[in-house]
């Protein structure tokens, strides 16, 4: 059963506007999580992470937030610019342990 | 500084066929990973090794056998392969085992396997 789920395949949006991807998780114990961005025929790449004593971490463009009582993280990429497009993994751990990683979603940010 | 690099890029198999997909690293790492990526699934994990010398079961290792050959190689190896074991095979590899601060896990380009 899927302990990280991103429910949407995928998302386009205009150039300049703001890039939201969801994700969501089902096991409480999970107390770090990661976003990862995957271009094709390359392997995935660390892209921002939040531990579950924050609710929110940003780095540049991409803001994290975390709203553990409905177990649910969302990227935000703003503005969002063409080489944005790409496939965003989300991932949960519990410390120490294995990394779960939702199945992705295909952001196409159109010039 | 190459990263993580795989071989093959491609392979395709017939059932019942073995093969070695071939991982190595250059960045000093002591744990090292392998996925497996299928539509609609993510990233699952295959079998990871802490450090040199050791292996553990990931999530979906049935089917599968690993090797670390040193610090830098980490080998997998399908001994009879089924159409169920076509994906893509992602390694990575981390300076600690599941570390999360600081220095999240580096993939490879990984290997698209295709098993008829």
């Known amino acids: 059963d899927q302990q990280v789920k991103q429910n949407s395949p995928s998302l386009s949006v205009q150039e300049g506007r703001i890039s939201i991807l969801n994700c969501d998780y089902t096991?409480?114990?999970?107390?770090?999580f990661l976003w990862y961005k995957k271009y094709p025929a390359e392997g995935p790449t660390f892209l921002i992470s939040?531990?579950?004593?924050?609710d929110k971490n940003e780095d540049g463009r991409f803001t994290v937030f975390l709203n553990k009582s409905a177990k649910h993280l969302s990227l935000h990429i703003v503005p969002s610019q063409p080489g944005d497009s790409a496939v965003y993994f989300c991932a949960a751990s519990v410390t120490g342990n294995q990394f779960y990683f939702g199945t992705g979603t295909s952001l196409t940010v159109i010039p | 500084n190459a990263g993580v690099t795989q071989t093959p890029k491609f392979q395709v198999l017939k059932t019942g066929q073995s093969m070695t997909l071939q991982c190595a690293q250059d960045m000093n790492h002591n744990s090292m990973y392998w996925y497996r990526q299928d539509p609609g699934m993510g990233l699952r994990l295959i079998y990871y090794s802490a450090s040199e010398g050791t292996t553990d079961k990931g999530e979906v290792p049935n089917g599968y056998n690993v090797s670390r050959l040193n610090k830098r190689e980490f080998s997998l190896r399908l001994e009879s392969a089924a159409p169920s074991q076509t994906s893509v095979y992602f390694c990575?590899?981390?300076?600690?085992?599941?570390?999360?601060?600081?220095?999240?896990?580096?993939f490879g380009p990984g290997t698209r396997l295709t098993v008829l």
């Open positions: 096991n409480s114990m999970f107390d770090y």
């Open positions: 939040i531990s579950s004593i924050k």
């Open positions: 990575a590899s981390s300076g600690d085992v599941f570390q999360i601060y600081n220095n999240e896990q580096f």
